[in-house]
């Protein structure tokens, strides 16, 4: 049996396992711990945190490999984010617009320069 942990951090999970199969009366030796971190610093603290409560043979993977996209997709990308952030800008600047404009009618009110005629 194994257990594998994609994001395993510092080892908790890995290690609470452990922890629980000796609970349940099983032998955590039959058991293949395997792990992986993207953070140097992390993963190296989880190496030395799976040494320190005995699981010296865990096998945990120094880093994520992640594809690289190509030039031409970054560019795609790019101009998407762009895109979407000029949008968002347009429709925060319509919304401040409508913002002044409540501000203004109750201003108006308030003060009694409008007044609003009930039709009874």
Known sequence: MSVYDPTCGSGGMLIQTRD???????????ISFFGQESMGTTWSICKMNMLLHGIPDSAILNRLRFVQPSLDEQDRIADRVRALDSKRKAE????????????????????????????S
């Not at 629980?20 to 039959?30: A, L, S």
């Not at 925060?92 to 913002?99: G, K, S, T, V, Y």
């Not at 109750?106 to 009694?112: C, F, I, K």
């Open 92 to 119: 925060m600047a319509h919304r401040d617009i409508l913002i002044k404009q409540k501000h203004g009618l109750m201003r108006d009110l308030l003060t009694g320069r409008v007044r609003v005629k009930v039709d």
């Open 20 to 30: 629980y199969i000796r609970e349940c009366g099983g032998d955590p030796k039959d």
